[in-house]
Every structure is written in C-alpha cells, then in structure tokens.
C-alpha cells in the first residue's frame, strides 16, 4: 500500500499530554520527574489515527516547537490528501514527523480494515524488552539491579567520572542479567578504552554511544573488545554508511527516523550493511512504543521499556508481563 488517501475532509490535530515517571529518572544530561509528549491525531471521514512523539532537547526538539512543526504540516496533510510517502519530503526527519507519521499508519489501517503487521507481512510476537536503571550512586544502582536481578535484560545508564564501580557493582547483583550500558556520550578518549576492558571484564553485552556524536573517530581506531551501538550517531537510513568502521550495533528509535516508514527503511539497510539492530525509545506511553514493537519483531535488541517507567499509561495500554512485551492491541495502535 502507498499510504496515501485522497480526501478533502482529513483533519489534523498536535496536543501536548504529561504522564508521571515512577520516580525518578536520571541520565547523564540529567533528571526529570515525567514525561512530556506529543499527540498527533489525524481524523477522515469519522475515523481517527493516532501517534506519539517525544520531543528531545538534545536535538534541539522543543515540546512547542513539535507541536508548531505538526500544525504547519496540517493544511497540506488536508488540502493534498499526503500520506506517509508525501510525509517524508513534507516535515523532517524528528519528533513532530514520527507522530504524523506513525497516525498515518493507523489511520491507514482503520480505513483499510488492515492491520499494520499484516501491512507489513509479519506475524508479531511478544519479545523482550531491556528496563532501564538510572544513572545513581554504585550501591543505589547496586539496589536497583539487584531488584530487577529477575529480567532477561538491563539497560544501565552511565556517564561519570566513576563508571567502573557502577558496572562492576551492576553485574554483581544481576549476575544473571545480560547488561547494555549507554553512556549517553559520557566517556572519553583518555577513558573509553580503560572503560572497554571493564566492560569485557565484567561481561557487558553491549555498549551504547560511549563518545559524543561528531566526535567519535577513535572508534575505528581502538579495540571495541565489547560490541558498540551507536545511538546519537545516527538517525536515518543515510547515516549508515559512514558508521561502518566504528560501531557494530544501531540504535532506531522512531523519534529520531521521523516514524515507522523511514525506521522500517533503516532497519533492512543496517542488517544488509551487517549492523546489529536496537529497536529503542525515548520515555513515552504504550502509544509510542506500538509501532516500535511491531519494528522490532526480528532484531538483537528491543529496548521498550517507556511505559514501564511511568507511574500511569495510556488505556488501553500495552501487555507487559515482566519483560515481555505483547503485540499492540488494536484497541490502541494499528
């Protein structure tokens, strides 16, 4: 299917909706308290389609400047009909596109009667999913590991002066976790390869975006004697081949593709490419995460574990039994 509907009746509407984070979450850049997101619903002929982005200051995504970027689009989404193919030279690559995007695809599938896994030709399956343990003092991430010592897969946020006694406190109390570890850009030349060894020695699995995005060269210089995976290093599809001698690994979020249609594009590039694939996420509800999970069907590494770190959802919302996560009811996405 094209995703492209003629119609002079398509209304499109951004609203800005907060969800309460569990606590507290931290990463190097710093703290928040909730997660403020993005609305897209697209309506036609008494049907609605809806998608969700997470605005990232780090990509200079204002939460006003993505609502201001959905609106702008709106006259020509209606005036022309333009679906998810129109949609990629229309808006930019980003938050404000993956919400229109991603309400395409759904309000796609209510007009056609047609699932979007069906769309897509596959049967979904649950999958696991990583869960995120902020970034804290070594006993505190100690703690927290050791009550989620349960789940297949970690993800640990890191990016000190001090990141060895984090991993090696980490390990110690999941032994049995397979642990990713993401630096959100944090080490440095003068540690990164100190910090590798660490990692190999205490059995990290994989790396996440250890040096700063523009200033990552020495990747290829260096023993990755741990698998690396690039995150703000890359965003679409044409960034790929410039990655190919410094990481082993990408990170899709849809937030950063600008949506399923352009991830779904990146993904089959990085495997032909011989990337590993990390299907991630920025903290959103079930409704940001649906279209993810049906993306990461197939890849080494699914990190989607947003609603699980907020203290209430959307409903319906997404089945999570642990770390598994179920495919999205209809109900909700798709």
Known sequence: MC?????????????????PIAGLFTISRGSKTEAEVVTCVIE??????????????RYGETVAGVVADIRSAAGEIARRGAGREELQTLMKPGAARNAVDCALWDLEAKLEATPVFRTLGITPEPITTAFTLSLGEPGAMAAEAEKNAHRPLL?????????????????????????IVDANEGWTEEN?????????EVGIALIEQPLPAGRDGMLTRIDRL?????????????????????????NIK????????????????????????MVGCMVGTSLAMA?????????EYADLDGPLLLARDREPALRYEG???????????G
């Open 3 to 19: 995703g492209t509907f003629k119609s002079m009746r398509r209304n499109l509407e951004a609203t800005i909706e907060t969800f």
């Open 323 to 333: 770390s598994t996560l179920f495919p999205p009811p209809s109900e909700l996405w």
């Open 226 to 250: 741990v698998p690396v995976c690039a995150d703000e290093s890359v965003h679409a599809t044409d960034d790929l081949g410039a990655l190919r001698n410094r990481y082993d690994a990408v």
């Open 44 to 57: 036609e002929n008494g049907v609605f389609g809806r998608g969700e982005c997470v605005p990232y200051k």
């Open 192 to 200: 990164i390869e100190d910090h590798l060894r660490i990692a190999r």
């Open 291 to 299: 279209p993810a999970a049906l993306l990461a069907q197939d890849v």
């Open 155 to 179: 993800k640990v946020k890191l990016g000190t002066a001090d990141d060895e006694s984090r991993m090696r406190a980490v390990t110690s109390a999941a032994p049995r976790s397979r642990i």
């Open 254 to 277: 849809l937030d950063k593709t600008g949506g399923l249609t352009e991830a779904l594009r990146m993904k089959a590039e990085a495997k032909r490419l011989g990337f590993q694939v």
